[in-house]
């Protein structure tokens, strides 16, 4: 190729991949992510990428651009005067740009800029050999586009296109304010930070994190992931105070074993009791997926004893077994050492922190158009002297099957369910023997449906028989019952354009009748094994059977009569409001009643009556009232509402009343201080922004007026620098009728880098309706969202 020599004019060239190439530069550090909320996404399958495949980079053509080209054939190419270099992703920029063929160096000069598919590097010298990608660059600045961080070193010494090492390094996601005395609120310093791209991970040797001026976690050796991969390593400690353990200390290490794997390690020192060694494994599969947790805490202080708890969750599709199809399995296992594990570890899972702990299996399986299941189900009652609880009935094993068919003979559907239980507890404490229950039930139905209207007759039928493992009260060793059910369900729906405070709706008219009748099957004096009652509300006023489960089948002659309307936008078809109001007629006694309870004489039920608003998008709200005529009071209600003007602000409240029984009142929010003495309607209104500071407020209170006290509580404040967020939080929640338990939750996130101190989140995001993560990024910008 010939070069002019000395052309005063701007020029542009095209080169060979060979010439003037820069195959990679340094990826943006990204830190990993410790303690995160939620936790480290597994992937089943690889992460699409923006990169430029590494086979596709030395095709690529180069393009050369500046004020004056000169340069010898087959010996050097000098650029000089708004020199550029073009390649795929990668951009130089500098006032001097030489390249050397002999020693294959090239050498930029004066305010050298690098644009690595966004992520920027400046400083006043850059030398590279550039098949070999060995070099420097002096004094680079760099800025990193994934976190938007930035740093400063005093040299970057490039050993090959994957190994990289920065000298007095910093790193640091505070933006630059004005003035010479401005130092960023934290900032990482490391003597050195050496990167390999083969493994995506670097290492910080001599690293010191300082927040405030005041170092504050000294490393001598970090090691994290480049780009978006887990690393493994040790994540930072977390600390809190709790009133029985007394000061908690985590220090968790993370083992990324593989994209679809990993694993935690958090020993937790607690001064009141030890030190608890806690573990977590997960997995993800095409065909499974599933978590694994333990803690064992040898020797507990205040206990004088070893705890232990574990939780494990499997789930499994396409088994692959003989002559079986749609095969599937779970298990559900949940075991503790003791009766006191649920009040004494609150930090651990919420599935070993409650009284009954489930330990459940399955497997399930098809056979053409009929579906069996196989389960196994074991409970562990955690008992309280001070309030015994009725254990639930083990069902082991338990066998099922069913089928459902439609658009049979004439429009005709049918389901039916075949089920044989083995159920077995403490009979001193259910005062019921134990026993095999077999039953069959199937129902066929013949559904008339048309726009506006639909009308659904039923026919039902219920066998079951017991085989008790010692007589009941009544005597009997062995009992069947048989109980046929005939229902027809029939409303209307009607639709009318109308116009309310000044804006157009669609309104609906619903009317619907509903009656059921099944005759009286003596079912008083066999034993209850799974059957309650229903909740009573607008799901279960029109069905069948007020009891759930298989050992009480209602005795019922009645008619229930509703009507709902709503309120629609005619164009979204969003539902804006609505209002319902139901009531059950009774035209005979129900005498089925499960035991203790007396027989259902009322001719007409309580009237429901519901309603749910949403007319704006910042207020809604929705309430359900349980009203007795005779009384004229209400029964149960409870209503809510809710307020959400924008962004990071919500406050939401609840009544719930349940008359002679409870009486609460639930309060929660989240919501910007800074609101009381500022404009809104300024800049700074949401999170994410400047680091002039903003103030949040956080919590939730849930007070029984019945008994005058706290129920539970949660009070915080958090505090958005733009590149940092302080949180404080206080717990306090109810372990017993006059036990409590307490907790001080600190931490500190550094944005674009790290989370110190306790898991405070988890703790926000779990008790207060609608909170919202003050940074939460939903996806890696573009290197596109920073291109030259």
């Excluded at 574990?310 to 949940?334: D, F, G, K, R």
């Excluded at 649920?342 to 922190?353: G, H, M, P, V």
């Excluded at 048309?450 to 009941?472: C, E, M, S």
């Amino acid at each position: 190729m010939h070069h002019p020599r000395n052309k005063a004019s701007s020029a542009r060239f095209a080169l060979t991949p060979v010439a003037l190439v820069v195959a990679s530069l340094l990826q943006p550090v990204a830190a990993q992510e410790p303690s995160a909320e939620p936790s480290p996404r597994l992937r089943a399958t690889p992460q699409l990428r923006e990169d430029i495949p590494s086979d596709v980079r030395p095709q690529l053509p180069t393009f050369v651009e500046g004020q004056r080209i000169q340069g010898r054939t087959e010996l050097e190419t000098i650029v000089e005067g708004d020199a550029e270099l073009r390649r795929g992703d990668t951009i130089i920029r500098a006032r001097r740009l030489e390249y050397h063929q002999a020693d294959d160096l090239a050498r930029a000069t004066g305010d050298v800029r690098i644009n690595k598919a966004g992520n920027i590097f400046e400083g006043p010298l850059l030398e590279l050999e550039v098949e070999a990608f060995q070099g420097f660059f002096n004094e680079p600045r760099y800025r990193f586009l994934r976190n938007d961080a930035y740093g400063e070193a005093s040299r970057v010494d490039f050993i090959d296109e994957d190994r990289a090492v920065i000298r007095n390094a910093t790193y640091t996601t505070c933006q630059r304010q004005p003035g010479p005395s401005w130092m960023p609120d934290w900032i990482l310093r490391a003597d050195s930070i050496a990167i390999d791209q083969a493994s995506e991970t670097g290492v910080a040797k001599g690293a010191v994190l300082s927040f405030m001026g005041l170092p504050i976690l000294p490393v001598p050796s970090l090691s994290f992931p480049l780009g978006d991969k887990r690393k493994s390593g040790v994540l930072p400690p977390t600390i809190g105070l709790d009133n029985r353990s007394g000061l908690e200390v985590t220090l968790p290490y993370y083992w990324n074993i593989a994209p679809n794997r990993d694993a935690t390690l958090y020993p937790t020192l607690m001064s009141r009791r030890g030190i608890d060694m806690g573990a977590e494994f997960r997995y993800l599969e095409p065909s499974y997926n599933g978590e694994w947790r333990a803690n064992f805490l040898p020797n507990d202080k205040l206990r004088d004893r070893d705890r232990w708890g574990y939780s494990i969750q499997h789930y499994q599709t396409s088994l692959q077994l003989p002559l079986l199809s749609s095969t599937s399995l779970y298990a559900n296992l949940n075991r503790v050492s003791d009766d006191d594990y649920w009040r004494d570890f609150s930090r651990n899972s919420a599935s070993l922190t409650q009284r009954l702990l489930s330990n459940d299996a399955g497997l399930s399986w098809g056979i053409s158009d009929v579906s069996f299941s196989f389960r196994t189900l074991k409970w562990q009652t955690l008992q309280d002297p001070a309030s015994i609880i009725v254990p639930p009935y083990d069902r082991s094993p338990q066998l099922t099957a069913r089928q459902t068919r439609a658009n049979l003979w004439g429009g005709l559907e049918t389901y039916w369910e075949a089920d044989t239980t083995r159920f077995s507890s403490d009979p001193s404490l259910t005062s019921q023997p134990n026993a095999r229950r077999n039953y069959v039930y199937g129902q066929v139905s013949r559904p008339w449906q048309a726009p506006g209207w639909f009308v659904i007759p039923k026919a039902q039928l219920h066998a079951r028989n017991y085989d008790f493992d010692a007589p009941t009260a009544a005597g009997q060793t062995r009992a069947s019952v048989v109980v046929p059910t005939f229902s027809l369900d029939s409303g209307l729906v009607l639709e009318r354009q109308t116009n309310l405070f000044g804006t157009a709706f669609l309104q609906t008219l619903e009317p619907r009748a509903f009656y059921v009748y099944t005759p009286f099957r003596d079912q008083n004096r066999l034993p209850n094994y799974d059957s309650g009652l229903t909740d009573f509300n607008f799901a279960t006023i029109y069905i069948e059977n007020p009891f759930i489960g298989h050992d009480r089948i209602a005795d019922n002659n009645l008619l229930t009569l509703g009507a709902t309307t709503r309120l629609l936008d005619p164009t979204t078809g969003a539902e804006a409001a609505k209002f319902a109001v139901a009531q059950r007629l009774r035209f005979k006694d129900q005498l089925v009643t499960l035991p203790g309870t007396p027989a259902v004489s009322e001719r007409l039920s309580d009237l429901l009556f519901g309603a749910s608003v949403n007319f704006t998008p910042e207020w809604g709200g929705e309430g359900v009232v349980q009203f007795n005529p005779k009384t004229r009071r209400s029964v149960r209600s409870t209503v809510g509402v809710r307020y959400s003007p924008g962004p990071f602000r919500v406050v939401s409240a609840a009544y719930r009343l349940q008359r002679g029984y409870s009486e609460q009142v639930d309060i929660g929010w989240q919501w910007p201080l800074n609101d009381l003495w500022e404009d809104r309607r300024g800049p700074s209104s949401g999170a994410g922004g400047s680091c002039q500071g903003r103030w949040y407020s956080v919590g939730r209170l849930n007070v029984s007026l019945r008994e005058r006290r706290l129920v539970e509580g949660l009070l915080g404040l958090e505090y958005d620098a733009g590149c940092w967020i302080g949180r404080v939080v206080v717990e306090r929640f109810q372990t017993g009728s006059s036990t409590s338990n307490k907790r001080i939750l600190f931490q500190l996130e550094f944005n674009g880098f790290s989370r110190l101190g306790a898991n405070a989140l988890q703790s926000l995001k779990q008790n207060i309706p609608r909170y919202q993560y003050l940074r939460e990024q939903v996806s890696t910008p573009s290197r596109f969202s920073n291109y030259d």
